[in-house]
């Protein structure tokens, strides 16, 4: 007979041997994953070399060199067939037109129109001196070189404000041969000694050194950076002040435009910024200038590290804004960056060392917040614009949930995709039949059952409904399903991105983020969905920003090229974690057709988490195909019906939507999705 001892060491003998016989196993099916995966892209990469090489010789011919002059002409005669296209009509380009022609007029309004009368500074003097807390802002400037005119224009911004608790905190590490900057900044401080801080710097330190000498000189509640070359708008400190009392905030941000060499109201670019979102700003630092921030958030962090020079903000912002209790994005246009040669306004290339210190701070900061194994590449929007590749925990199983009646072409077109293109393969397929009458789709379910995926597909039948409820039939396949993740897919839909489950799921595993949507097109590759946006369109509830507009095209400040945070995604393609589906009880079944999915999304949104829209999912949308559109007006009933939910959706949200988007800047129009400006009509 085993003693105890005996019988505790066979068993752990065994316990090891089962252990390692399903480590064998999950390395073998790991292995014969990798070896799939690596055969499809050396067939990718053979692809690749085959038609670049044809390529090459039809660029090389003769014909195609003579022709060019054709060809151009051929693009632009297409190029304005798509914009009358997707206006519909000529008259909806006339339209456009004239709109454009209205924004470009309103844009002067932004510039020095924009700058107070004396009246208007006595008055803003007069309120900013009763606020209660009366801010001290130390202006941080790094000198090197300075051209004599720029300098003074930057003094003068500062010296033109209305409001005037502020010191001027320079550090000059101009070398020898622009001693004339130390003489100017003199000239300055003869007028204003008190306020116009100045040391001269033993030698160049660069950006960050000679900006953390101001820090010697400063004295201030709230530190604002400021480049030496730049110019601030009159009334930029008054509206931080007023904020920082009304709002508590700790850290605030304005609007920014680049402007061409001298002339102020010349913009080459005006950047109207959402609120603060931290996947917007781990991929662009949108937030840029002009940041002011309590001098607290600083203990125990340095204001500008030497390593990322070229990117200092980022890096900055990233660490401060970590810390702050009440980030305030003030959506006024309050800072301008001048462009001229040289600077990174006017071209990155010109500081290259930028790319690579922009892409150094992100994963330092991403390091900071737990992320391992994490890739950050340039995007086509701009070198400094970046995607953020996160790995994947585990192998989670994800549950596609599509609803179908009849539609057999439909549903073969986007199940074959999955199948056929899908890089991930833990998942499962819930098919919620919803009283189909056509044999096509009925042989389809009889074809899959047999077929070599029939253990991935479940088909739950809802029965038929007396009345089509979109949003029930999306809670019943989610019951019926089995994965840790929900994966919404509207049947029409045809998988592009190989990789879209992935990119989905790297955003939905994180703690902080419940809904993750992809970028969906119409057949003709024009965009359909690329997140949502609260208030826009005529019955003021949600639009679709970039409606319409070319797959190529990089949106606003190259906003369709990288992740970001967004009030809402479509459910068309709507990945969350079931745990938190089922803490928010799934689908309001109230909004039967539509919204139901921004419903979702704000009720994520009100119990603290993230919704992420990536760009880098995509799919071609069939939009409607099964059951027509709900907004385009041609069917009475339908419209009536949207309307119904409309009017539902805006009195359940009606304090969220009187607030505004937080992501969608407020000199935005509400009637145009393309982010044009808000103008009087």
């Known amino acids: 007979m085993q003693n105890t001892e005996e019988i505790l060491q ?4 065994a316990g090891e041997e089962e252990l390692s016989r399903d480590y064998r196993a999950e390395y073998e099916r790991e292995r014969v994953k990798s070896a799939y995966l690596a055969d499809r892209v050396a067939q990718l990469e053979d692809q690749v070399d085959d038609l670049s090489f044809k390529l090459n010789r039809i660029k090389t011919n003769p014909v195609w060199r003579a022709s060019r002059p054709a060809r151009e002409c051929y693009h632009w005669v297409r190029r304005q067939s798509d914009r009358l296209k997707n206006q519909g009509s000529l008259r909806g380009v006339a339209e456009k037109i004239r709109y454009k022609r209205r924004e470009k007029q309103a844009q002067k309004s932004y510039g020095t129109a924009s700058f107070p009368d004396e009246a208007e500074r006595a008055r803003q003097a007069a309120e900013a001196a009763a606020l209660p807390r009366q801010i001290c802002f130390s202006i941080l400037v790094p000198l090197y070189n300075t051209p004599e005119k720029l300098l003074r224009d930057m003094i003068d911004s500062v010296e033109n404000q209305t409001y005037g608790n502020w010191e001027l905190c320079l550090a000059d590490g101009s070398d020898a041969e622009h001693a004339y900057v130390g003489t ?22 660069g950006i960050s050194a000679n900006t953390n000498a101001c820090l010697v000189l400063a004295t201030g509640d709230f530190y604002a950076p400021f480049d030496h070359d730049d110019y601030l708008h ?10 920082i009392n009304e709002q508590d905030a700790d850290y605030l941000y304005c609007d920014e435009a680049t402007f061409k060499e001298n002339d102020l109201d010349h913009f080459v670019t005006m950047h109207f910024k959402p609120d603060y979102a931290i996947d917007t700003l781990r991929a662009n630092n949108y937030i840029c200038h002009l940041s002011a921030f309590d001098r607290r958030l600083l203990e125990g962090e340095e204001l500008y590290r030497p390593q990322y020079d070229g990117s200092q903000d980022h890096d900055m912002i990233l660490r401060l804004t970590d810390k702050a209790r009440h980030i305030v994005h003030v959506p006024k246009l309050l800072y301008y960056w001048r462009q001229h040669a040289g600077s990174t306004a006017g071209n990155i290339r010109a500081k290259s060392y930028a790319i690579d210190a922009a892409r150094g701070a992100v994963a330092d900061h991403l ?14 929007a701009f070198e400094t614009i970046f995607k953020i590749t996160y790995e994947i925990e585990g192998n989670p199983m994800v549950s596609i949930v599509i609803a179908n009646r ?11 995709s999955i199948f056929d293109k899908s890089t991930y393969e833990n ?8 009283g189909s009458t056509q044999e096509a789709v009925r042989s389809y379910y009889r074809e899959l059952a047999g077929g070599p995926y029939s253990d991935r597909i479940h088909i739950v039948d809802a029965g038929e409904q007396e009345s089509f409820n979109y949003a029930s039939l999306n809670n019943m396949g989610v019951a019926a399903s089995h994965g840790e993740y929900v994966l919404l897919l509207n049947n029409d839909t045809q998988v592009i991105s190989v990789n879209w489950i992935e990119e989905l799921l790297m955003y939905a595993q994180r703690r902080d983020v419940a809904c993750v949507g992809g970028k969906l097109y119409y057949p003709d590759k024009t965009i359909q969905h690329a997140g949502i946006i609260l208030g826009l369109g005529a019955h003021r509830t949600a639009g679709h920003p970039f409606y319409g507009q070319r797959r190529e095209n990089l949106g606003y400040m190259g906003r369709l090229c990288y992740a970001q945070d967004l009030s809402a995604v479509t459910g068309a393609c709507l990945m969350v974690r079931r745990a938190l589906w089922d803490q928010v009880s799934g689908l309001s079944e109230e909004f039967a057709i539509s919204l139901n999915d921004v419903d979702l999304c704000l009720k994520m949104r009100q119990a603290g988490y993230l919704n992420v829209f990536t760009p880098f999912c995509e799919l071609y949308h069939y939009e409607s195909a099964s059951r027509g559109s709900d907004v385009d007006g041609k069917d009475a009933q339908k419209a009536a019906r949207y309307e119904a939910e409309a009017a539902r959706f805006r009195g359940k949200w009606r304090a969220v939507l009187e607030q505004g988007d937080p992501y969608y800047n407020p000199n935005f129009t509400l009637d145009r999705s393309d982010l044009s400006l808000r103008v009087q009509t």
């Open 234 to 243: 009159p009334s930029v400190l008054y509206w931080y002040v007023k904020t």
């Open 184 to 205: 100017i900044v003199k000239e300055y401080r003869q007028k204003d000694a008190r306020r116009i801080k100045y040391t001269r710097l033993e030698k160049n330190g």
């Open 427 to 434: 998942f499962e397929i819930v098919i919620v039949e919803n």
């Open 367 to 380: 390091r900071r917040h737990g992320y391992r194994n994490f890739r950050i590449t340039s995007t086509r």
């Open 406 to 416: 009849d539609h057999e072409a439909d549903l073969r077109r986007c199940l074959t």
């Open 10 to 13: 066979n068993t752990g003998q």
